[in-house]
């Protein structure tokens, strides 16, 4: 079963932006707004990257150190979903992009679902 | 800022098998927060394993994590073609979430 779902451009031109949603689907069941949800990125043949979250009980997005000043997320508690936005986006953004839930249980801390990804190609 | 490695790059066994994959903490990391995840082309990644050896919902008792301190182990037993894949180990810090190369297994 796919429970999350990314959608968004998947050619962007270097220096625009970029603007990802991931939503949940309907047979999850899951609310997206009142989890935190990470996302991550992949470049097939180097290893997963994180990007960055915005946690469960608020809107707070925090952006990965190498992306900070480019990257904001953020909740559309309208639309449901988790919006990822990247600025002036390079030729090494292009990757494949998950968004995962945010999981906490007890002491324990992982990403428990996860979308398919999308994937996103920078180039003009 | 804590930077994982996995090793070894490859690992190409036979069903049947069984496969040790390696993940090395450059420093010493709560267990708890130590995740196993696989990755397939065109799927959704899939959390295997949390706090080091917790199997995650529905995964198979063929799949095993252990380890603590700064030294991590995922052990895939009775080796099935389905476990082709990358596994990637993951440590879940207070501001940031590194990732591990990952290791890729191969079945012959």
């Known amino acids: 079963q796919v429970y999350l779902v990314e959608s968004g451009e998947n050619l962007v031109q270097p220096g625009r932006s970029l603007r990802l949603s991931c939503a949940a689907s309907v047979v999850s069941g899951i609310n997206l707004v009142s989890h935190g949800v990470q996302w991550v990125r992949h470049v097939p043949g180097k290893g997963l990257e994180w990007v960055g979250l915005v946690w469960s009980l608020d809107n707070r997005g925090h952006c990965a150190e190498s992306l900070r000043g480019r990257c904001t997320i953020f909740k559309d508690y309208n639309e449901r979903t988790v919006v990822l936005e990247l600025n002036n986006v390079r030729d090494e953004d292009t990757a494949i992009y998950y968004c995962?839930?945010?999981?906490?249980?007890?002491?324990?801390?992982?990403?428990?679902?996860w979308g398919r990804g999308t994937l996103v190609t920078v180039s003009t | 800022e804590v930077v994982l490695t996995q090793s070894p790059g490859t690992l190409s066994l036979s069903p049947g098998e069984t496969g040790s994959l390696s993940c090395r903490a450059s420093q010493y990391v709560n267990g708890w927060l130590l995740n196993w995840y696989q990755l397939k082309p065109g799927q959704a990644p899939r959390l295997l394993i949390y706090g080091a050896s917790v199997r995650a919902t529905g995964i198979p008792d063929r799949f095993r994590g252990s380890g603590s301190g700064s030294d991590f182990t995922l052990t895939i037993s009775r080796l099935e073609p389905e476990d082709s894949a990358v596994y990637s180990c993951q440590f879940y810090g207070t501001s940031s979430f590194a990732f591990g190369p990952g290791t890729k297994v191969e079945i012959k």
């Open positions: 995962a839930r945010d999981m906490w249980a007890g002491d324990f801390r992982y990403f428990d679902v």
